[in-house]
Structure formats: structure tokens, C-alpha cells
């Protein structure tokens, strides 16, 4: 059985870095470690580790984008909790042999080389899950 081993990243969606900066790094004292073009994802993420996991603020870049479409429809807040599995294929299987509802039906693989895969989240009481395997 797939086993989770950590939550990777919290993902927040944010229709400017600059002043969620003034919360996220200046009032809370995170730092943010970099900040990156994501061209595939038509996003620009900062990331701010936290612990052993991070907080990713994520700002879309295009108007059509998925993300683009979220924020527009509902406003900034947080998008997706991401969970680091040790094996995303066999955490896939799992999750369709129960009957989820997944977006990605298979690991996509990013830019970075990770693999990854969201779940519905009407399969999540309304939480849009990514899955990560590093
Ligand atoms: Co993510």
C-alpha cells in the first residue's frame, strides 16, 4: 500500500506576491527561499518553508489557467494541500479501486521532474489534494 509521508506543500492562491509577502514573510518572519517562473503552470510561485514542508504562494500569470479561474471566481485564499506520497502510481490505483474521483487519472511529470497528480475535490470534501512523489 502507497503510504503518505508528509504534507509538501500548502498552496495559496494570491492575486499579488508583494502584499501577501507583508503577511506571509514580514508579520509572520517566514523567509521566502525563492521565488520562480513556472511557465508550464502559467503561474509564479514563492515559496516559504515551514518545518519540513512549505507554504507556496501561487500567482497566475495568464487569464485562463485553472488557478486563473479560481481566483477570478472565488477570490484569493487556499487552493490545494499537497501530500508527498512514497509511491504516486500505487496511491493512484488505491484511490480508483475505492472509487475517488480523480483529475489526473496518472502522474503527470513537472518541469522539475517530480510526478504529480491532483484528486477531485468533490472526492475531499471540497479540498483540491495534489499528490507528490519525489
Ligand atoms: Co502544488
Not at 506543500?9 to 502584499?19: G, K, P
Not at 507554504?55 to 477570478?72: C, F, H, M, N, Q
Not at 506520497?85 to 475517488?100: E, N
Not at 472526492?123 to 483540491?128: H, I, S
Amino acid at each position: 500500500m502507497a503510504i503518505i509521508k508528509k504534507i509538501n506543500h500548502v498552496a495559496v492562491a494570491v492575486d499579488d506576491i508583494e502584499s501577501s509577502l507583508a503577511f506571509w514573510r514580514d508579520a509572520l518572519g517566514l523567509e521566502m527561499t525563492e521565488l520562480r517562473d513556472a511557465p508550464a503552470e502559467a503561474a509564479q510561485i514563492a515559496f516559504l518553508p515551514v518545518g519540513g514542508s512549505e507554504i507556496e504562494l501561487v500567482r497566475p500569470t495568464t487569464d485562463d489557467s485553472g488557478l486563473a479561474k479560481y481566483l477570478a471566481k472565488r477570490g484569493p485564499g487556499m487552493h490545494h494541500i499537497c501530500l508527498e506520497v512514497d509511491d504516486i502510481a500505487g496511491m493512484l490505483a488505491q484511490l480508483k479501486a475505492r472509487g475517488v474521483r480523480l483529475i489526473n487519472e496518472s502522474p503527470r511529470t513537472g518541469a522539475d521532474g517530480r510526478q504529480y497528480a491532483f484528486v477531485h475535490p468533490e472526492a475531499a470534501g471540497g479540498v483540491l489534494v495534489e499528490l507528490y512523489q519525489i
